[in-house]
T-cell receptor, first 106, second 115 residues
Framework: KNEVEQSPQNLTAQEGEFITINCSYS?????LHWLQQHPGGGIVSLFM???GKKKHGRLIATINIQEKHSSLHITASHPRDSAVYIC????????FGGGTRLMVKP | ETGVTQSPTHLIKTRGQQVTLRCSSQ?????VSWYQQALGQGPQFIFQ???????GRGNFPPRFSGLQFPNYSSELNVNALELDDSALYLC??????????????FGAGSRLTVL
């Protein structure tokens, strides 16, 4: 069993839909990262959080430390949001989930 | 403010060869970490360098080694290449010595193909 699990693995949405990606982890962490990876490989850091909730534009990330669970929400999704979203748990080292491939159709 | 630059962007090697990948850290960052990402999978932590010392390592054999220079740029060296080493190699820079405890700035990656 991986220490960091993401769901779903693949997600297709229509433009405008509200999207949720989930991340569960089994290790003790100091922080949880949400990353976005576009085709070609480049990774962009979206959020780093250790408690509560953070918001940036249409993106919202939440974390429940007691339940070892984090979610990434995208409101009013747009085709340019199509990418792979990866969570990573910062324990003794950074451990990554397998990613969620999101496609938003116009 | 410059970002993280990796070179080369693509390279092809044969089994048994050696490869060196390079990474320049973002201005003001003193920590560089390296990751291997196989096709269709999430990245895996290789190791981290903080102020020129390795201060964390994932589950990779000793033929994966690295260096960090006084300007905080870094190299990843892989000896005796195997077919399974084919992957995207990512580096990220940050501040502080604790792995993942600070915001990471990633490079675009070096895609290695081993034939």
């Amino acid at each position: 069993k991986n220490e960091v699990e993401q769901s779903p693995q693949n997600l297709t949405a229509q433009e405008g839909e509200f999207i949720t990606i989930n991340c569960s982890y089994s290790v003790g962490i100091s922080a949880l990262h949400w990353l976005q990876q576009h085709p070609g490989g480049g990774i962009v850091s979206l959020f780093m959080l250790s408690s509560g909730k953070k918001k940036h534009g249409r993106l919202i990330a939440t974390i429940n430390i007691q339940e070892k669970h984090s979610s990434l929400h995208i409101t009013a999704s747009h085709p340019r949001d199509s990418a792979v979203y990866i969570c990573a748990a910062a324990g003794n080292m950074l451990t990554f989930g397998g990613g969620t491939r999101l496609m938003v159709k116009p | 403010e410059t970002g993280v630059t990796q070179s080369p962007t693509h390279l092809i090697k044969t089994r048994g060869q050696q490869v060196t990948l390079r990474c320049s850290s973002q201005s003001g960052h003193n920590t560089v970490s390296w990751y291997q990402q196989a096709l269709g999978q999430g990245p895996q932590f290789i190791f981290q360098y903080y102020r020129e010392e390795e201060n964390g390592r994932g589950n990779f054999p000793p033929r994966f080694s690295g260096l960090q220079f006084p300007n905080y740029s870094s190299e990843l060296n892989v000896n005796a290449l195997e077919l399974d080493d084919s992957a995207l190699y990512l580096c990220a820079s940050s501040t502080g010595h604790r792995s993942g405890a600070n915001v990471l700035t990633f490079g675009a990656g070096s895609r290695l193909t081993v034939l």
